[in-house]
């Protein structure tokens, strides 16, 4: 069973910046898809980024030049490096995993969540 927990989240003044962590225990593969998603109150969760097993990485286009995703996966973690953050980058935002071999390719595994809010 794959558990995702995230940290970094917190509050940050208009223009800074923040990084988030997630490190994956259980069963992970180096092809799986790890990411970031955001949802803010009353909205969809909406995907960030995504950073696939051959090193593609995918933005949403609200933050690229932003925002950078990294993964290490020595330790099966995730990073989000956000910078110039505004007020609509506000939400909690979550980690994904998912599996693109095997038998449990294409279930979608999500972590808890950490809040970020940009506020002045």
């Known amino acids: 069973q794959v558990q995702l927990v995230e940290s970094g989240g917190g509050l940050v003044q208009p223009g800074g910046s923040l990084r988030l962590s997630c490190e994956a225990t259980?069963?992970?593969?180096?092809?799986?898809?790890m990411g970031w998603y955001r949802q803010a109150p009353g909205k969809e969760r909406e995907l960030v980024a995504v950073h696939f097993g051959g090193g593609v990485k995918k933005y949403a286009e609200s933050v690229e030049g932003r925002f950078t995703i990294s993964r290490d996966d020595a330790y099966n973690a995730v990073y989000l490096q956000m910078n110039s953050l505004t007020p609509e980058d506000s939400a909690v935002y979550y980690c994904n995993l998912r599996p693109v071999t095997g038998p449990f390719r294409g279930m979608d595994y999500w972590g808890k969540g950490t809040l970020v809010t940009v506020s002045a």
């Open positions: 259980g069963s992970i593969l180096r092809t799986d898809a």
